[in-house]
């Protein structure tokens, strides 16, 4: 049988009452969701003010990645469509509150509410046709346009997927920016089969200069591009996908020029009045690699 | 469910213009009580509808808020008003109940603090 879920039974059924406790109680399973929930969060870039949010965990399962959101300070509401893993969130007294929901039929949220939204290992369950009524691209639709309509203006969804190939993140990421989403995919650890991630980081609202695609861990910020496969080995970030960034800037914007190119972006935020960091001798440096 | 999520919560049901706010059916109110942020309590404010909130928060049994919304600069210095409108949004659970959609009156089941929010295939 297959080793994806996704292939073997509809979520809810997927994940009853033995896989609910089972997926909990495996400390490695909790590990690598917390790992996972702490990388969406620093993508979810929050203002770093100290305020607590209002985030939506999509496919919040038992809990794990809203613990890490509590953990962080902020507020949650967690949608699952497995009774079986929110009862096992139950059990351990999470703090956010929980929807039985599915997300292809869309959220039930009013426009405009909510401070950003994270999933984690969820979206892709959307790909599968469950049901004989279930049309996946029309699941994807009702999913992100009604993601979209709840963020406030400049929120951002940051969505940790397993898509099963290259056709199904593509399809993914179509319906994201058919939806009005700016932004693009970001891959952690592309050349190990084992670690590599992938992350939707999706931006509410008309492309800007807020909506450019993150840096990753050990990038340089510029170097944004599948075939650029130099530097150290695995842990590495890249984008391979960015719909608001033409191909062509990124290969314009080789080593040496990131810097130019941060300066002239600073100066072009201070000219409309933003607050940004002074240049030193630090602006634009590669960052060290961390895990 | 607290009323901080009942206040961004809205039917879903295909057809339904508006489905804000849904109705609550109260069969038992928990109350847990939770440290009180005042920054999230400010930059929650102005998402919050205050008229669904009032009436959600009477329907849950509690009768301190103001039915008009206060300015917001009462948010910063009123130690009081924060102090109810914190409880009223994040300290009173919804255990067991109903939501009811207000244009179909379509029921969601409240178990155990779980809106059951799915929908029906006709529904979708
Ligand atoms: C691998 S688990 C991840 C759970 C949690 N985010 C974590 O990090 O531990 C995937 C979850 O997605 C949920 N899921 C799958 N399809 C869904 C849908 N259409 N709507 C809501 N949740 C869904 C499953 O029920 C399951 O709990």
Known sequence: MSSRPELQAPPEIFYDDTEARKYTSSSRIAEIQTKLSERALELLALPDDGVPRLLLDIGCGSGLSGETITENGHQWIGLDISQSMLNVALEKEVEGDLLLGDMGQGLGLRPGVIDGAISISAVQWLCNADKSSHEPRLRLKAFFGSLYRCLARGARAVLQVYPENLAQRELILSYAMRAGFAGGVVVDFPHSTKSRKEYLVLTCGPPSLSTTIPNGKGEDGESCSDDESSGDEENQTVCISDRHRPRKKQKINKRGKAREWVLRKKEQMRRKGNVVPPDTKYTARKRKSRF | ?124
């Not at chain 2, 809205?10 to 057809?15: A, D, P, T």
Request: contains cysteine.
């Open chain 2, 1 to 124: 469910m607290r009323m901080l999520t009942h206040n961004m919560l809205s039917s879903n049901i295909k057809g339904v213009t508006n489905g804000f706010p849904l109705r609550i059916e109260v069969e038992k109110v928990v109350e847990k009580q939770v440290e009180i942020n005042h920054d999230f309590l400010r930059n929650i404010f102005p998402k919050i509808d205050w008229k669904a909130f009032f009436d959600a928060s009477r329907v849950m049994g509690y009768a301190e808020l103001p039915e008009e919304a206060p300015e917001p600069s009462v948010l910063e210095s009123d130690l009081e008003f924060l102090r109810k409108f914190h409880h009223a949004l994040l300290e009173l659970h919804l255990e067991e109940g109903a939501l009811v959609c207000p244009e179909t009156g379509r029921k969601f089941p409240v178990n155990k603090g779980i809106p059951n929010m799915l929908l029906h295939e006709d529904e979708v």
